[in-house]
T-cell receptor, first 117, second 113 residues
Framework: AQKITQTQPGMFVQEKEAVTLDCTYD???????LFWYKQPSSGEMIFLIY??????QNATEGRYSLNFQKARKSANLVISASQLGDSAMYFC??????????????FGQGTELSVKP | DTGVSQNPRHKITKRGQNVTFRCDPI?????LYWYRQTLGQGPEFLTY????????KSRLLSDRFSAERPKGSFSTLEIQRTEQGDSAMYLC???????????FGPGTRLLVL
């Protein structure tokens, strides 16, 4: 069965420093996608970054990068040069892409990131 | 693109009442998903549509829940005879197809008293 595990309920980081948020996943489907979303206190889920299971290189989007280690089934999010506005909940999610898969996302429990000035 | 919109943003109701939420996806997005998020948890899948067809429903979607997408554009999620356990954030997302990124709306926060 698909599963996403985020083992860090809360993280603190100093402004301008880098932080890594952990995510491990479990699936038997060889085709899948991994996502990170940010959820501020307002509640909206904001898409950050995507990694496909067959992508050879780690995904990057501005200050966000995804450390994809397929053999270890991990997809950690790295945020460089943290800003106060990065304080939010962060969710890792997975979607199986195989035949007859609906494309629904399976989410982890989330990590609450607090950026200190 | 104006983004995914949801209405209302907040709803307070008494146990036993019916409520209906609306989601307007990004235009031309064929897929529309509903998720439910309770406090301290990640979102959980409820159901999804491809155009007007409802193709999958989670076991979380009891008989009191019904969703429609009559013309393949906006969607409604109705909860009949609400219970206190229905209190949650209801999130809608849309995507052009199965493999593309899902973009979420701001959600509807439901509180059942």
């Amino acid at each position: 069965a698909q599963k996403i595990t985020q083992t860090q309920p809360g993280m603190f980081v100093q402004e301008k420093e880098a932080v890594t948020l952990d995510c491990t996943y479990d699936t038997s489907d060889p085709s899948y996608g991994l996502f990170w979303y940010k959820q501020p206190s307002s509640g909206e889920m904001i898409f950050l970054i995507y990694q496909g299971s067959y992508d050879q290189q780690n995904a990057t989007e501005g200050r966000y990068s995804l450390n994809f280690q397929k053999a270890r089934k991990s997809a950690n999010l790295v945020i460089s040069a943290s800003q106060l506005g990065d304080s939010a909940m962060y969710f890792c999610a997975m979607r199986e892409i195989g035949y007859n898969q609906g494309g629904k996302l399976i989410f982890g429990q989330g990590t609450e990131l607090s950026v200190k000035p | 693109d104006t983004g995914v919109s949801q209405n209302p943003r907040h709803k307070i109701t008494k146990r036993g009442q019916n409520v209906t939420f609306r989601c307007d996806p990004i235009s031309e997005h064929n897929r529309l998903y509903w998720y439910r998020q309770t406090l301290g948890q990640g979102p959980e899948f409820l159901t999804y549509f491809q155009n007007e067809a409802q193709l999958e429903k989670s076991r979380l979607l009891s008989d009191r829940f019904s969703a429609e997408r009559p013309k393949g554009s906006f969607s409604t999620l109705e909860i009949q005879r609400t219970e206190q356990g229905d209190s949650a954030m209801y999130l809608c997302a849309s995507s052009p197809g199965q493999v593309e990124t899902q973009y979420f709306g701001p959600g509807t926060r439901l509180l059942v008293l």
